[in-house]
């Protein structure tokens, strides 16, 4: 139960995320700036969407009851998943 309704949780803030950071693209992409404002919130994002990939991996590794190492690239490298997996979705 609580596994799921982290997941859930995670996914939210991840679509959130990622959502604020796809508007931020297309302003940039035509050629706008962006304000302080959006600069802070893109660097927010990114920050929120990293760390809820590093709790998710050490979740899992928990779960298959393998070491969970302090070092985050340490950690997403226990899962044996090829990096290219995480950025091609």
């Not at 997941?7 to 035509?30: I, Y």
């Amino acid at each position: 139960m609580y596994l799921e309704l982290y997941q859930k949780e995670t996914e939210k803030l991840a679509e959130r995320n990622g959502k604020l950071l796809k508007e931020l693209r297309n302003k940039l992409m035509q050629n706008s700036d962006l304000s302080l404002i959006e600069e802070q919130a893109m660097f927010h994002a990114l920050q929120i969407i990293i760390e809820n990939a590093i709790g998710k991996t050490r979740h899992l590794l928990k779960t298959k009851n393998e070491k969970v190492r302090a070092c985050a690239i340490h950690a997403i490298s226990g899962l044996n998943i090829p990096f290219t997996k995480f950025f091609l979705r």
